[in-house]
């Protein structure tokens, strides 16, 4: 990797980053939409800033032109979609997000089906992905409140935010080289945190 051409996501020392959120749904309005309002109050916890919600139908069109808005805000580390990834004709969540994004990143979405698997066999049934469009993961969540909170804050998950932000230098070769910050003592303990939390998981897996 060319060390000379790098760019930031961000200033800030403190690993803190911006979701953007889209609810899919032919059945809810925002008033409905428990599950929207349990990931942003989720995310709030976290001490993470939720910049954009938005709720579309179970439509293709609608779903890849959300996620182009949110994805392009340049605050937004990750979006979040909401229902629309299981076996209904109209659960076109995957297809959606695979039409505007750049590259898979099944590791992560591999490791929440695996977590998700733990709780319900129902998991196999998910077809939700992990993308990147350009700098930005787009990562499918299932419609269920309970659902969707246990994976955002399954430790696969909060692993991957934590490597994201972790890893935000980034290669752009539009811009002049500007140096890697050092990793902030807190965010190395969070990131040991996880990937210690997961060993149980993982010995459990391969016995």
């Keep these: 990797m060319d060390s000379a051409a790098f760019c930031t996501r961000g200033e800030s020392s403190e690993p803190s980053l911006g979701f953007a959120l889209i609810t899919c749904s032919d ?8 599950a ?3 990931l942003k109050q989720r995310i709030a916890e976290k001490g993470w800033k939720c910049l954009s919600y938005e709720l579309v139908r179970d439509d293709r069109a609608e779903i890849s032109a959300a996620l182009v808005r949110a994805a392009d805000i340049p605050e937004v580390d990750v979006v979040l979609t909401c229902g629309g990834t299981g076996l209904s004709l109209r659960d076109v969540t995957p297809e959606a997000t695979r039409d505007v994004c750049d590259r ?8 929440m089906r695996a977590y998700s698997l733990t ?8 077809r939700a992905l992990c993308m990147q469009r350009g700098t930005t993961l787009v990562l499918n ?4 409140k309970k659902a969707a909170c246990e ?5 696969a998950a909060l ?4 490597m994201l932000f972790s890893f935000s230098v980034l290669p752009c070769a ?3 080289a500007i140096p890697a910050r050092p990793l902030p003592i807190s965010l190395l303990r969070c990131v040991l945190s996880a990937f210690y939390d997961l060993l149980p998981f993982c010995n459990r897996r391969s016995s």
């Design 151 to 155: 994976i955002l804050l399954s430790q």
């Design 174 to 176: 539009e811009f002049p």
């Design 27 to 34: 059945t809810r309005d925002e008033a409905q939409d428990s």
């Design 141 to 144: 969540l299932p419609g269920s």
């Design 119 to 126: 709780i319900t066999p129902r998991a196999m049934l998910s």
């Design 159 to 162: 692993a991957s935010f934590i």
């Design 104 to 111: 898979e990143v099944p590791g992560i979405a591999e490791g």
């Design 36 to 38: 929207g309002a349990a």
